[in-house]
């Protein structure tokens, strides 16, 4: 039986030290703790969440989400508008979102205040809000990503039991071309859930159908994680339906099965990524689909430092998944777009190398594309 309990908050919305470099968001907001959808994989089922431990019955509905959420950004001095991605600890449109509207509630205060959106749901009550969403991208900047973990509706009915089957949700991006001009939207291929959902035929299908109904894009980010809590969550429920590939995931994971304890690595080895990786980026270029989101490009001092910085992320998630140094592209990234001028007039005091991880490579690189 599902239980919605009521709670008091103090804050509505995150605020993240560096834009999260695959979503492109800045600002978080959960209007619910605990997901309905009940995916046996979901990695807000582990304890570093604290969130309620039976997750898909026991549901928080945080309260007054409209007026929390106002105020904080009317008051706030330091509150640029950039993207808030609604989504992480449940998904926005789960079933309690129907009753509640705590979603609604919120996209009705971003777009008062001219904040970009970022949804990412399994749900087709997405729909419900797409004359919002389409204000919201006409207006400013707007994406709907849609979680599709495999094409096959018979893996999908154990992986997330209570989610609508692959077909429905991939309708979700066809309509959503169809009736709006201004919303960007794609399928989030996260994550790859080994020895289910990694087969040839099964990546084939998955890069196929997005393109079929012209998604934008298809972001893949590699094998599933796992730890403590949603480890065991995961592996119990494999253990009951698919026993033949505990033993599997034993050596892809790295831990001996104990029903009371995960003692396993955080994530699939790394020859494992990779391949998968290498696949799916040969599919997208034989299929013509992007596997990268286009950003959100602000009309202020940020705008050519975004533009800049969207290159460099860009590429370092490329080097990143295919097992090739990364690291100083991303921060050179990252470090340009927290920058609080405009890194042209950075540029014309021949300070370029003076933000942290800029080398004369990236350096040239810039002055390129100023």
């Not at 008051?75 to 705590?102: C, Q, W």
């Not at 979680?147 to 959503?176: G, M, Q």
């Not at 300070?351 to 690189?365: F, G, Q």
Request: some cysteine; overall charge positive.
């Amino acid at each position: 039986m599902i239980t919605y309990t009521h709670k008091e908050f103090k804050s509505i919305l995150i605020k993240r030290k560096f834009i999260d470099n695959w979503f492109w968001d800045r600002y978080g907001i959960n209007g619910y703790n605990g997901c309905e959808h009940s995916c046996v994989y979901c990695d807000s089922r582990s304890d570093k969440y604290y969130l309620p431990k039976d997750f898909e019955n026991d549901i928080i509905v945080k309260k007054n989400v409209k007026e929390m959420l106002d105020k904080r950004i009317s008051n706030a001095r330091t509150l640029i508008p950039d993207i808030v991605a609604m989504s992480g600890a449940s998904d926005p449109y789960h079933p309690a979102e129907a009753k509640f509207k705590n979603t609604l509630q919120c996209l009705q205060v971003l777009e008062k205040h001219k904040f970009p959106v970022h949804i990412i749901t399994k749900s087709t009550l997405v729909l419900r809000d797409l004359e919002i969403l389409e204000r919201i991208g006409k207006n400013n900047w707007c994406c709907v990503s849609v979680t599709v973990t495999t094409a096959n509706p018979n893996i999908a009915k154990f992986l997330e039991p209570r989610v609508l089957p692959p077909d429905s949700r991939f309708n979700i991006i066809k309509t959503i071309k169809d009736k709006t001009k201004h919303i960007q939207t794609g399928i989030f291929l996260i994550p790859v859930i080994p020895f289910l959902c990694d087969s040839d035929a099964e990546l084939e299908n998955m890069i196929r159908s997005s393109r079929e109904i012209q998604s934008d894009y298809i972001l893949f980010g590699g094998a599933m994680t796992m730890r403590d809590s949603q480890a065991l969550c995961y592996l119990k429920h494999l253990k009951q339906n698919y026993p033949e590939l505990i033993e599997k995931y034993e050596e892809l994971y790295g831990f001996k099965y104990n029903p009371d304890i995960y003692n396993g690595v955080y994530g699939a080895k790394r020859s494992y990524n990779l391949m998968i990786n290498r696949k799916l980026f040969s599919l997208c270029k034989k299929h013509e689909l992007p596997y990268r989101i286009k950003r959100f490009i602000p009309d202020d001092f940020r705008k050519i430092n975004y533009m800049i910085s969207e290159k460099l992320l860009n590429h370092s998630y490329y080097l990143q998944m295919t097992g090739k140094a990364w690291s100083n592209i991303h921060w050179a990234g990252m470090n340009i777009q927290n920058l609080k001028e405009s890194i042209e007039d950075i540029a014309k005091r021949n300070e370029l190398r003076k933000i942290r991880n800029v080398d004369s490579r990236i350096e040239a690189y810039i002055l390129e594309n100023l």
